[in-house]
Every structure is written in structure tokens, then in C-alpha cells.
């Protein structure tokens, strides 16, 4: 078969990685997004899902001439949805253009209609005037009299009047008992349809009025730039949502959520990858709080527990990814963050249009925007969510929650974030919460190495660590991150809540982030070396306050 040539506003069959081809319809990306780099392709946005991507023109089919072949490869159910959408789409555009073609044709009937009448009216006058003009040759001045008020009454209604009197309406609009024949468009279809830019822009803040909103084009926002809006009237009354002045959005948990029980559970079923400090804590609460969760760790025996509180077992990263519609996950670096995407039995093989991967690892920008930019290669959804907090804190389900990325996927993610956390914020463009998350654990690291420097300094001189703990306790530094910290050194006890050679690999990505932008972080160095001889002293798996034991070595 010959080659069948692609343009915009076409209707394909869009080939993503593995998975069966799905229709769609090529639109015009959004200004910020680029278009790849290497072969030709178009932006398809496909239908019956939240999705559309970057797809090579030999991964693309016409949709009319393989119809038939797709609907018989291919039974499920989501995908009979995504063809009924095609064919509701299409029979409201025939509409469209057949109402359209009705008016025209009744419009140019009707003028001609009201032509030959004037030329009738014409002649007809033309007749009478002949035969009065006859009678006035013959008559008296009573025929001229009679013949001059038979003009006048007939000039009265000439035929341009008359022509104008019998049209019904004016040009171009319909007829009120016309109504009927437009056929009324969803905003999804009008926006599909326009195939513009226009009908790419995101989405407007609350303060604007919603016009024609696409539901299917609120999420892509790996380029966001605006102010995000005030507020989403979208998000259940159970949350308060609030701006910093700085742009970015939180979602609190209104009186501690995940302790009284007061969420409302998404229906999605949500997948979790990765049960360590962290990650466990968080699907006890997401169980908790009555979600559906598949869940799946590199070390099996780990995922017992949850089993027996009712999650479902995962045997790969890309089984759960595929039979869920949310997968989160937490490990604890870039490469492990990675190797779980990209790696064999993968997420990236999991990933199809409408999928949704939330990555909550503490890496940096670069790993993170990468991960995002295959996720969305595939038509998947991506957030990135690394947390603040610890296995207490994870455990209770009061962590805070730094969220960048797909917009729409983190209001979709509202009542996990309430089950994990107290507090969420969102941060704009991918690469922002890690940024911001390696700053917070830099802060974090390098007052833990001040603390311990403080202890061992009072105990070489003679002072009462503990009167100094007493001391930091009734001042501004207080804090319940002080005072465990501090206990732990005073008991000996370093059972890890927040790994240390977690917090030293966030000191050294925060430097990095530092060094990128050519701006000096002295401080976070000199911890960050006091981290690395307590990891030289085999402290790695104990808790971060075991860098106190870099001092008294």
C-alpha cells in the first residue's frame, strides 16, 4: 500500500512503545513543548484518555483505513470507550457540517425563491402600467385620475420591499424553529476539534472564568510558568488550600487528617514501589484511609505485612504500573530511582496513555526531569513528590509533601497526599520540588552536624550536655527535631529514622545544585564532610544524629 500522507487535524492510530495502537486525533502542541529532536513525528492527542505525545510518523495510521483491522486485535474495554469517543466525535462534526449545509442550501433557495417573485411582481407591474397607459390614451381625466392611484398604491410596495417583506430572517441566521438542527458540541469536542494552540492553553486560574474548559488538557504542565491560581474549586471541602507569595500551592490536611479518619478515598487504584523508613509508613496510612493499593519491593518479604493489612502484591514495577491507574514511588537515590523506571520488567514498560507515575525519591533536577520526560514519552502522566519528614513522621502520616509537575495529577493525588501528610505544596515545573527538596535536607544536615559539634564541644569542656539540651530546648531553637536528635546522642541510641547516608547524598546533590549555579554553600560542604568521616567509621545505616560520632573519634 502506498504511503498515506499526515497532516493536522487527522484522525491516527498512534503506536506507543508496546501497547496496542489507540486513535487519536494530530493537534498542535502547546507553545512550550519542543518538539523532539531525529525523526519526523506529530503532538496526537488520543481520546478516552487525560493524554497525548510526541508520536513518529511510521508509529502513526490513518484512522478510517485501519478501523476495522485495530477493532479486531484489540477487545478491551477502555479501548471501546476511546473508539466510541472517535465515533461520537464524528457524528458531531456530520451534524455540524449538515446543519451547516441545511441553512446554506434553505438560504440559497430562499433568495432565489424571493428573485422570481420580483421578477413576477416586476413584469406584473410592468403589464398593468401598459394597460393603464392604453386606458389613458382613450379615457377622460377620471381614467388618469384612476390610473395615477393605481401607481401609487402599487409604487407602495415595490419589489425590493416586497422581497424584503417575505424573508423570514436575515442572512446567515438561522430560522428560530431551525434551533434544533445544531447539534450541541462538549467543551472536549469543540477543543478537539479546533486543532489550534488555542485549544492547548492551560488551565485558567479560579479567579478567571472557566471557558470551554478540556478536562484532557489541565495536566501536561512540565513547562509551567503561570501563578498558580488561589485556589481549586475542584478539591474536596476537607482540604484548605492556600498561595505563598512566592507562587507556590499547598494542600493541608484540615485537623490532621490521617489521624481521624476523615479522608474520602480516591476510586483509582494505586500502585506503591518501594517499602522502606519511608515508603512503609506511607502505605500503612494510604490502607488506612481505604485506598486499593498494589504494592511491590525489591525485597519480596518486605511486602508481607501490608499483604496481611490488605494491599495487593505487585510481582514487577511494570505489573503494578499497568493495573493501576496511580503508581508512587520512594527509594533512595537517582540511580535506584532510575534503574526502577528504566530498568528490565520496568515502569517505563508499564506506562500507556492515561498511566500516572508520582515519583516521591529525594534525586536531583536532572534525574527527575529525565524521568518525567520518558514518562510523558509514552503518553503517561508524571509528578515528582519527594517528602520532608521521617519514619515517624511517615508512620503517623505527617509529612510534608513537595509536588511539582502534572498539575492536574496532584489534585487527582488530594487524598493519598491527606492519608501520607499533614501538608502539601505544589511547586510548578518538574525539577522544582527536588530543588527545593535538596535545599530543605541541606538545612537539615547541616544543623544536625551543628548539634552534634555543640555536644562534643560541651562535653570537652566540661559542660552538661544535657543542661545544654535544657538550655536549646527553652530558647528559639526549640524544636521536636532538636530534642529527639539530642536525645538520641545522649542515650547512644542511633536506630535510623532518617538514614545518615541519605542526608549526606542529599548534602552532596545540594551542593552539586549550588555548584550549577555558580553560587557557594560552605556551610553544607564542611557538613558534608563531617557526614563522610562518620560513614568512614561505618555509621551509614544509623540514624543521621550518628555523625556525633565523627566528633569523638
Known sequence: MAAVSLRLGDLVWGKLGRYPPWPGKIVNPPKDLKKPRGKKC????????????????????????????????????????????????????????????????????????????GKQSAG????????????????????????????????????LKRTQDQSPRKRGRPPKDEK???????????????????GFKWPPSVSEPVKDSDPHFHHFLLSQTEKP??????????????EEE?????????????????????????????????????????????????VWNRTAEKCDLFIQEGARLGRTPAEVVSTCDITFACVSDPKAAKDLVLGPSGVLQGIRPGKCYVDMSTVDADTVTELAQVIVSRGGRFLEAPVSGNQQLSNDGMLVILAAGDRGLY?????????????SFFLGEVGNAAKMMLIVNMVQGSFMATIAEGLTLAQVTGQSQQTLLDILNQGQLASIFLDQKCQNILQGNFKPDFYLKYIQKDLRLAIALGDSVNHPTPMAAAANEVYKRAKALDQSDNDMSAVYRAYIH
Open 180 to 198: 434544533d438542527l445544531t447539534i450541541p458540541e462538549s467543551s472536549t469536542v469543540k477543543r478537539v476539534m479546533t486543532g489550534t494552540v488555542a
Open 411 to 423: 489534585e487527582d493525588c488530594s487524598s493519598c497526599f491527606q492519608a501520607m501528610g499533614k501538608t
Open 124 to 159: 406584473e407591474e410592468k403589464r398593468k402600467a401598459s394597460l393603464s397607459e392604453g386606458k389613458l390614451k382613450k379615457g377622460t381625466g377620471e381614467g388618469k385620475k384612476r390610473v395615477s392611484s393605481v401607481s401609487s398604491e402599487r409604487g407602495s410596495k415595490s419589489p
Open 246 to 294: 512566592t507562587g507556590s500551592t499547598s494542600i493541608q490536611a484540615a485537623d490532621s487528617t490521617a489521624v481521624n479518619g476523615s479522608i474520602t478515598p480516591t476510586d483509582k487504584k494505586i500502585g506503591f514501589l518501594g517499602l522502606g523508613l519511608m515508603g512503609s509508613g506511607i502505605v500503612s496510612n494510604l490502607l488506612k484511609m481505604g485506598h486499593t493499593v498494589t
Open 229 to 242: 491560581a488561589v485556589c481549586y474549586q475542584a478539591i474536596t471541602k476537607k482540604l484548605k488550600v492556600c
Open 42 to 117: 506529530f503532538f496526537v492527542k488520543f481520546f478516552g484518555t487525560e493524554d497525548h505525545a510526541w508520536i513518529k510518523v511510521e508509529q502513526l495510521k490513518p484512522y478510517h483505513l485501519h478501523k476495522e483491522e485495530m477493532i479486531k486485535i484489540n477487545k478491551g474495554k477502555r479501548f471501546q470507550q476511546a473508539v466510541d469517543a472517535v465515533e461520537e466525535f464524528l457524528r458531531k462534526t456530520k451534524g455540524k457540517d449538515q446543519a451547516s449545509s441545511h441553512n446554506s442550501s434553505e438560504e440559497k433557495n430562499r433568495r432565489n425563491s424571493s428573485e422570481e417573485r
